[in-house]
């Protein structure tokens, strides 16, 4: 896991990129509701 630099600012949003080591796998795609905020 790499050691990112972030600013730590209170109600602040962090955009990040998951994937699969399978990336033909549609597992992410098909669980999306499951990932998103309320």
Same mark, same amino acid.
């Given at each position: 896991?790499? =050691? !990112? &630099? ?7 949003? !962090? %955009? %990040? *990129?998951? =994937?699969? &080591? $399978?990336? *033909? =796998? $549609? @597992? @992410? /795609? &098909?669980? /999306? $509701?499951? !990932? &998103?905020?309320?």
């Amino acid at each position: 896991m790499s =050691n !990112y &630099r972030r600013a730590r600012v209170p109600g602040a949003t !962090y %955009f %990040f *990129t998951v =994937n699969l &080591r $399978d990336r *033909t =796998n $549609d @597992l @992410l /795609i &098909r669980e /999306i $509701d499951l !990932y &998103r905020a309320p």
